[in-house]
């Protein structure tokens, strides 16, 4: 990781600590009562011994009572606590998940341009679900590890203050110790970084092409290799491991140590007494060793918590450079205009002097392209492969602006107008509709949420989807999409044009519709386009003749001017 | 959407399974069944230690302030050597894990490599793939976190009971019963009831990724039509969903977890109470001290088994879909051993196929993803007759769905004929050697996988044997080698994940010289150039038909651009082949 990485994922995760560390709070506070609790317990076991040891008579029953109560709150308090993280977790899943939405929705199509789609689910699912160890384990246990001991330590220190120095000097040296053992762990890790990260992948990798190796006779090389590559990510995997266990190990001596250490001095502590002639049994000391060592176990489980919590952290990182991506430039929320229901009349569109590059570094794709199209007019766009047709529909989508011109919609500037209100003249049929998981008719009222009956009936007519609807096994409840029950290129493309009808926006934008389609579904797709064309301003762009037929003028990309008539 | 969970399946049938896939993983591990063992032994030993060092330091402490004399040197043995065996332990358990995992994967690797798999490939079940690379390394879990704690719990109990039934065999009895309560009763009764609750995480997971991926996808579209809103509700909804199901599974923790540690406490409580005399029992205080400290070591060391027995159903689910999937096996009659000829006519002969309705996630009860429309599936080819001679160059037409992949995947013997029969060269498939048809036969489609290696390895796919300048010879024919040239390391550059690091254009001419460097007599070529952009696609094509002159070609596409050089076309049409003109 280099160090800019590095700077960018300290300040994600500072930035995303804040509200999650509030969210934590109520799980480390119940942490700090649980340990209130385990020191009570701790003082009513030691009082108990202590009793029976001195008196060498039956312990009064009220304080066993009161350690059993006190056992049962804690274990209320345990499963509270835990509930508290789990909702610690999930709050902050939640509110991270709401804010990469809204970037992507900010970003909008452009998106698409930059990450695969599938990256981009990966981000908004499995990236966010990852964290949750991070949330709901490593921030409450890295609040309390210091505050936890140092209850336990004050307590300690209450009724044996040898005892209390000597677990404060341990446990300050467990720290160090894990600081020294964890660089050289992540010194270790560093190297072996970029190995690991392929050789884990590998797996996964060779699984996803099976077919591939299969079909090409290699499985039995690739398992071999696999094999080869399994041993190896071992190896490197041990190298950083060794070190680490270090730091965990560090713990168990200190602990060792604080015990040994206990009952040795209390030990010299008591014998003195005895050769004094004071009667051990009198001691008070002795309940306070016993207080002590019980709690031992107790002052280092926070500790012990930290180290095991440690690698969610490593979590963090990678969702910090994921999410990097899309910090810059979600320039819409999730905030819905008001106003966006009401019809929209014909509308005119204009192109002036528009032009249009990638990148700074890269050629125009297309310069000062003027154009007009009126209600009525079907403009085709022509122009070579790469020339830039699917670029200006995108421009008139306004998913992209132009470097320079304007589109005017009417008269308006559209750079002036927000992504959604661009959206609501239009509607747009591109080379293959998204299907959305669900039945057909939701993913037709997708056009139209409030659309009724009728509507959606004369939609389906006109774009001839009642053509197929008795193949699907339910009809317009039948689900597809993902999942679902598979409709053909040419059906898909029969949902978005009735998608289109249900809009009945006064801006068409046809990409390609017909480019994966086969001839006779070309033709039957045509016929239900011009229907929607009819009155409507029309942009379109297609190779095929058969399509391009319909225009009533013609843009030429590679010459920049509009020839009228036929094409 | 999503169907709710139904138990089709009765409980005890799935712990049998469950309990069959555990003892079939557990069996691939068999050359590792001695530094696994050893990893028990250590963690066992660093158990022991550690109650020694706990029961010598309450009964040292007691042994003082009754002024009875105690040595300390037993203390300082015990602390040392919990130390070190600890460290060791760790060290140990986990290479033992490590190499046992990689058997496992290596294991999987090759049974889905013989079984069913490239089936799979073919049906771009791509999801469910990724899945059970999931589910191998939740097994990570079976070892460390089940096994290891397990054998602590079953070396525990013995000790616990000695040691307390030294004093009275009533105590030994008491504690020995909570034990089994905290470390097998309560484990187990966990897993029973969470079953359930890990079937509907994952299913509210799935849920969820359905929903991001729609939104993913579907950006232009909720754009164009302002449904942004109503896709991320979808997504929030789901979200709620799995957060719920979470905190559910998570609260049967946090309840196990709690009572495991009340099973302890209680035995406290009866410890005391044996102090106080009560009950006819009667503890002497030095034992008594030591086992206060031994019971409450003890019983930490099992709290985690009853979290893990929620994890328990997840590992099982796990081994159970892992074996399943991939004991699918080919139907192994059309295993033949003789040599395929050089070239001759493919003919298809009468044959009918389809996709068989399998239980695609075996272990799950519900049928998901693109394999849920495989239930009762309609012949996809329909009594097909079909002439290729040596040499043409023909094409195969139709939408996606009729069944042209199925012919690919009948050719080469990735699926069988349900009735009819396929002959290359005049002899019947099924009496041919698998592999060798297959070399007989180039292979290139869209889902063609480019892996995440260098181009030399992807090239080569593991044969050491290839001379430079022929993969140069074929990367030149795929018009690449210009491109290849100029990357930094040449032939050793890293191609990214599924190719990333190369254009659309480029990672198929990489695929193409694959394809090329078999030097295959056939080629099958399954939507060669789908999914990339026209301009791309139309130069793809023209190198196509360059490098095809002389071989026979057999082109699977919805569509013709124009682009094609062909003998012969046909539709593809319920079934049937209808000839096309050209």
């Known amino acids: 990781m280099s160090a800019v990485d590095k700077k960018l994922v300290r300040n994600w995760v500072r930035q995303q600590s804040g509200p999650a560390k509030r969210a934590a709070l109520p799980a480390v506070l119940l942490a700090c009562v649980g340990t209130i609790l385990a020191i009570g317990q701790a003082w009513c076991l030691a009082a108990i011994i202590d009793r029976v040891a001195r008196d060498r008579a039956a312990p009064s029953l009220s304080p066993i009572g009161i350690f059993a109560v006190l056992s049962l709150f804690r274990a209320g308090c345990m499963i509270v606590q835990e509930q508290a993280a789990a909702r610690a977790g999930i709050r902050a899943r939640a509110r991270l998940r709401r804010s990469v939405l809204d970037s992507v929705i900010g970003i909008g199509p452009a998106l698409l341009r930059r990450q695969h789609s599938g990256e981009i689910a990966a981000l908004l699912v499995d990236r966010i679900e990852v964290l949750d160890g991070y949330f709901a384990r490593w921030l409450p246990a890295s609040m309390s590890w210091v505050l936890l001991p140092c209850l336990s330590l004050a307590a300690i220190f209450w009724f044996n203050p040898r005892a209390a120095l000597i677990l404060a000097v341990c446990g300050a040296l467990v720290p160090v110790a894990q600081a020294v053992f964890g660089i050289g762990a992540a010194l270790a890790s560093r190297n072996q970084f970029l190995a690991m990260v392929r050789l884990q992948s590998r797996f996964l990798d060779r699984i996803r092409g099976i077919a591939t190796i299969v079909l090409a006779n290699a499985d039995g090389r690739e398992a071999e290799a696999l094999s080869r590559a399994a041993d190896e990510l071992r190896r490197r995997t041990m190298k950083i491991l060794r070190v680490a266990f270090l730091s965990s190990a560090a713990i168990d001596i200190a602990m060792v140590v604080a015990i040994i250490l206990i009952v040795l001095t209390q030990g010299h502590f008591l014998h003195r007494h005895e050769t004094s002639g004071i009667s051990v049994h009198a001691t008070p000391d002795f309940t306070a060793t016993l207080f002590a060592l019980l709690l031992v176990p107790e002052f280092f489980a926070p500790l012990r918590g930290l180290a095991l919590a440690y690698q969610d952290r490593a979590h963090a990182a990678g969702a910090a450079e994921a999410m990097h991506a899309l910090e810059h430039g979600g320039d819409e929320g999730i905030v819905d205009g008001a106003g966006m229901a009401e019809a929209i009349g014909p509308v005119t569109v204009e192109g002036d002097a528009i032009s249009y590059r990638w990148r700074e570094d890269l050629p125009f794709v297309f310069e000062a392209l003027d154009f007009t199209v009126a209600p009525g007019d079907i403009l085709v766009v022509d122009g070579a492969s790469g020339a830039g047709k699917s670029t200006l529909i995108e421009l008139l989508l306004g998913f992209i602006h132009p470097v320079s011109g304007r589109i005017l919609f009417n008269g308006r500037d559209t750079r002036a107008m927000r992504g959604r209100e661009i959206a609501r003249y239009l509607a747009w049929i591109g080379q293959r509709p998204v299907l959305f998981a669900g039945t057909l008719r939701e993913n037709l009222l997708f056009a139209r949420p409030d659309a009724d009956d009728e509507a959606l009936d004369a939609a389906v007519r006109a774009a001839a989807i009642d053509s197929f609807l008795p193949l699907l096994p339910k009809g317009l409840d039948t689900e597809i999409g993902e999942g679902g029950f598979g409709l053909s290129g040419g059906q898909a493309q029969r949902v978005a044009i009735a998608r289109a009808f249900l809009k009945d926006a006064p801006l068409l934008l046809l990409d390609e519709p017909t480019a994966h389609l086969d001839p006779d579904t070309e033709r039957d797709i045509i016929e239900s386009l011009a229907c929607l064309a009819e009155g409507r301003t029309v942009v379109l762009s297609s190779h095929s003749p058969a399509m391009r037929a319909l225009g009533t003028q013609t843009l030429s990309l590679s010459h920049g001017a509009v020839t009228g008539g036929h094409p | ?582």
């Open chain 2, 1 to 582: 959407m999503m169907s709710e969970h139904s138990p089709t399946r009765t409980e005890p049938d799935r712990v049998h399974r469950t309990l069959e896939a555990l003892r079939m993983i557990v069996t691939v591990w068999r050359p590792y069944y001695g530094r696994l063992g050893f990893g028990l032994l250590l963690s066992a030993l660093a158990l022991l230690s550690g109650f020694a060092l706990m029961w010598n330091a309450g009964a040292s402490v007691s042994a003082l302030a009754l002024g009875a004399g105690t040595s300390f040197g037993l203390l300082r043995v015990f602390g040392g050597a919990r130390i070190v065996l600890r460290y060791a332990e760790r060290l140990f358990a986990h290479d033992a894990m490590f190499r046992a995992l990689a058997a496992l994967r290596v294991w999987f690797f090759r049974r889905l490599a013989q079984g069913a798999a490239a089936g799979l490939g073919f049906r771009r079940a791509g999801d469910l793939l990724n899945r059970l690379v999931g589910d191998v390394e939740l097994l990570d879990n079976l070892y460390l976190r089940i096994a290891v704690p397990f054998l602590a719990a079953l070396i525990s109990l013995p000790v616990l009971v000695i040691v307390a039934g030294l004093a009275d065999w009533r105590l030994g009895l008491a504690l020995g019963g909570l034990f089994l309560a905290a470390a097998c009763l309560l484990p187990l009764l966990s897993a029973l009831r969470s079953s359930g609750l890990s079937h509907t995480v994952l299913h509210a997971e799935s849920a969820l990724r359905v929903a991001a991926l729609d939104l993913a996808t579907g950006l232009r579209e909720a754009r164009a039509f302002s449904g942004e809103l109503r896709l991320a509700g979808r997504i929030i909804e789901d979200e709620t969903r799995l957060h719920e199901a979470q905190l559910q599974r998570n609260r049967a923790m946090a309840v196990s977890g709690a009572l495991s540690y009340l099973c302890g406490q209680t035995a406290l409580v009866i410890l005391l109470l044996a102090m106080a005399g009560l009950g006819g029992l009667n503890l002497p205080l030095l034992s008594g001290v030591g086992l206060v400290f031994l019971t409450g070591t003890v019983f930490e060391g099992v709290s985690a088994l009853a979290r893990t027995g929620v994890l328990a159903g997840q590992v099982g689910l796990a081994a159970r879909r892992i074996t399943e999937t991939s004991g699918e096996r080919m139907d192994e009659s059309g295993e033949g051993q003789c040599r395929p000829p050089e070239t001759g006519d493919i003919v298809f002969n009468d044959v009918t196929f389809r996709w068989a309705a399998p239980d695609p996630v075996p272990g799950e009860d519900m049928v998901e993803g693109a394999d849920r429309m495989a239930i009762a599936r309609p012949p996809v080819l329909d009594r097909l007759d079909l002439t290729i001679h040596a040499g043409d160059h023909v094409a195969l037409i139709g939408p996606s769905g009729v069944g042209k992949s199925s012919l690919a995947a009948l050719l080469l013997k990735v699926a069988q004929p349900e009735s009819g029969e396929i002959s290359f060269g005049g002899h019947d498939i099924r009496t041919l050697d698998t592999a060798q048809l297959r070399g007989r036969i180039g292979w290139l489609s869209q889902t063609t996988h480019l892996f995440a290696d260098t181009i030399r390895n992807n090239l080569t796919l593991g044969r050491g044997n290839i001379a430079e300048d022929r993969l140069w010879d074929v990367l030149e024919q795929a018009e690449i080698a210009e491109v290849v040239q100029e990357l930094p390391d040449g032939l050793d550059s890293w191609v990214g994940e599924g190719g990333t690091r190369l254009s659309g254009g480029q990672g198929r001419r990489i695929a193409l010289a694959r394809t090329l460097l078999l030097d295959a007599p056939v080629m099958l070529l399954d939507e060669p150039a789908t999914g990339l952009d026209s301009a791309t696609e139309r130069a793809f094509l023209h190198t196509l038909n360059r490098v095809m002159r002389g071989r026979t070609v057999i082109l699977i596409a919805h569509r013709l651009t124009g682009a094609e050089k062909l003998d012969r076309a046909w539709r593809l049409e319920a079934g049937r082949t209808v000839p096309l003109p050209l």
